[in-house]
């Protein structure tokens, strides 16, 4: 190839001697970009598992810092995966407690609707309880007389129901 008159050319062994160096002073492999990703392989179907993922990645780091030695972007790097895999187990942890916290809410809250209805059967059964008990005692000594044996059983029946019993009686 002719060259342009008042242009020397340099001989390329003088190029490869120098080598190429970036902003920071370092040398810079002369490798086309292409070779380096020959290098770097990538198995998606290899990486199943985080600790897959991370020793992938830690590989990849060592590779890339033994070719730039720029430790300090590495170790940054690989201080920033360690907190995104923190977080991430993180979140996981915080999902499987409010999950938990969900089906504890939902447990009180079936407990709060039976003791609702419970509270009030019991209002009704105590309320019943009373309106028996004012008409036995406003009724005449002869009717007193012979309620008692049919008030007696029902009141053992609606106290019954309200919990109280012989044996507790004691204690209450």
């Avoid at 970036?22 to 086309?32: K, W, Y």
């Avoid at 995966?81 to 407690?97: C, G, M, N, P, T």
């Avoid at 969900?102 to 609702?116: C, H, M, S, T, Y």
Wanted: charged share 25%.
């Amino acid at each position: 190839m002719k060259s342009k008159p008042g242009r020397k050319r340099k001989p390329k062994a003088s190029s490869n001697a120098q080598g190429k160096t970036n902003i920071f002073g370092r040398a810079v492999s002369t490798e086309p970009a292409t070779s380096m990703r020959e290098k770097i392989s990538f198995n998606k179907n290899k990486e199943k598992n985080l600790f897959d993922l991370l020793s992938g990645v830690k590989s990849n780091v060592q590779l890339l810092s033994e070719q730039q030695g720029e430790d300090n972007n590495v170790y940054d790097l690989l201080k920033s995966i360690y907190s995104l895999s923190s977080l991430a187990v993180q979140k996981e942890e915080l999902d499987r407690k409010y999950q938990e916290l969900l089906a504890k809410n939902k447990e009180l809250e079936q407990e709060n609707f039976q003791l609702r209805q419970e509270n009030e059967n019991n209002a009704e059964t105590y309320q019943i309880l009373l309106q028996d008990l004012g008409s036995f005692l406003y009724a005449t000594e002869l009717e007193q007389i012979q309620a008692l044996p049919l008030f007696t059983q029902e009141t053992i029946v609606k106290l019954n129901q309200l919990g109280f019993s012989r044996n507790n009686q004691e204690h209450v």
